[in-house]
């Protein structure tokens, strides 16, 4: 006998019908009814509220950059108007414009000054009405320089570089 013969069936796992035993009756079973409905609604409803929020967000960041333009604008036209009235302070402050509105007054400067102290009231000085042919001088301070011995200093350390 052959080797092919002598060995034992191995399980394959294909069962094989009885002759005799009655066929099973296949049917076929109705497919679901679609039920997707409800879930197209509650996607279709979070789109819809998502994409009303962004635009509600993009409505308010749009209000607010106006707002913020708006004040910037205000705050420009402010600084502007602060410089030209600090300018015309200046103007008016300075001490030749004080002489010269103080001429126009018909102010004339004192040749001696008297002080009063008023916490005893004495006076201080010796007063002499002022003449009408003096005018007003206006002396400006120089501008501040280094004292003469650091000018040299600085001068010396230049000069070893």
């Known amino acids: 006998m052959s080797t092919l013969a002598s ?7 294909v069962r094989t019908r009885r002759r005799g ?5 296949l049917t076929a079973v109705p497919a679901p009814a679609p039920s997707h409905g409800g879930m197209l609604l509650v996607c279709a ?6 994409l009303l929020t962004l635009l509600f967000l993009n409505m308010s960041l749009a209000e607010g950059s106006f707002t913020v333009h708006e004040l910037q604008r205000t705050a420009g ?15 008016v402050s ?20 008297a002080f009063l102290r008023l916490d005893d009231g004495a006076v201080l000085g010796v007063a002499e ?7 007003f ?7 501040r320089t280094a004292p003469p011995a650091l000018a040299v200093a600085r001068s010396a350390t230049t000069d070893r570089r």
């Open 21 to 25: 035993a009655p066929r099973p009756v």
């Open 129 to 135: 009405p002022a003449s009408d042919d003096t005018a």
């Open 77 to 91: 036209e402010l600084a502007e108007t602060e410089d030209a009235l600090e300018q015309s302070i200046t103007a």
């Open 45 to 50: 409803g979070l789109l819809l509220s998502g």
């Open 94 to 113: 300075s001490p030749a414009a004080l002489a010269s509105r103080a001429s126009r007054m018909g102010m004339v400067p004192a040749a001696s000054p």
């Open 7 to 13: 060995a034992p069936l191995r399980d394959t796992g």
């Open 137 to 143: 001088s206006v002396v400006v301070k120089p501008p």
